[in-house]
């Protein structure tokens, strides 16, 4: 690198932090930029017209005498903003993966056990032609009829009990707006003593918090 001289045939450089010194031209870029590793060389014109998109001097360009350059460290770009995919764009493929991301979501809610109350399921009819119901009751339910039963095998008659009474009463209901009449005591019991009941054969199991009756 040139030495620090004054003259017509000299170019200014300026640091950082404001400090400048002159070298003797012709010299290049790289020769100047051998003091500051890492570095690069704006020529004070193309930043006056460019700013911050002025583009350095090549490692083999020459300075030019009478010339302000400014000695900086390269401006680092910034990553591209990511792309938020918003269903206006979105291709065929990608709006049916987030259709059916949507539809498993819902089908998930769904299956969820509720926590309380009397509900039941109905599986599919085995070889034998029985269908097999599964029955779940309140907890606190459970515990009273244990209690007020002397054994779990009462306990567990009083819960098939209730749940044939039930059905039965369902069944009347529906044969009876079948036909197109109300539903008076009377017809819903007629229609009950017509509905042939099956054996039943009742497994106690506890499930949480919860308890499972399985009717066969």
Known sequence: MGNSLGGKKTTKIMKIDGETFKLKTPVTAEEVLEDFPGHVLLDSESVKHYGARAKPLEAKQRLEAKRLYFVVEPVKECPPPRKVRSGIHMNAKERLE???LTRR????????????GWTTTKEEEDEGGAVRVKLRIPKAELERLVKEGATELEATHKIA???MAKHSHEEASKNALRLGHDEPAATIA????????????????TERAGSEITVA
């Open 98 to 100: 987030h259709l059916m």
């Open 161 to 163: 009990s209730l749940f």
């Open 105 to 116: 979501s819902s089908s998930d809610l769904s299956i969820l056990k509720p926590s309380g």
């Open 190 to 205: 007629t229609d009950t003593r017509g509905v042939k009941s099956r054996l039943k054969r009742v497994s106690f199991m």
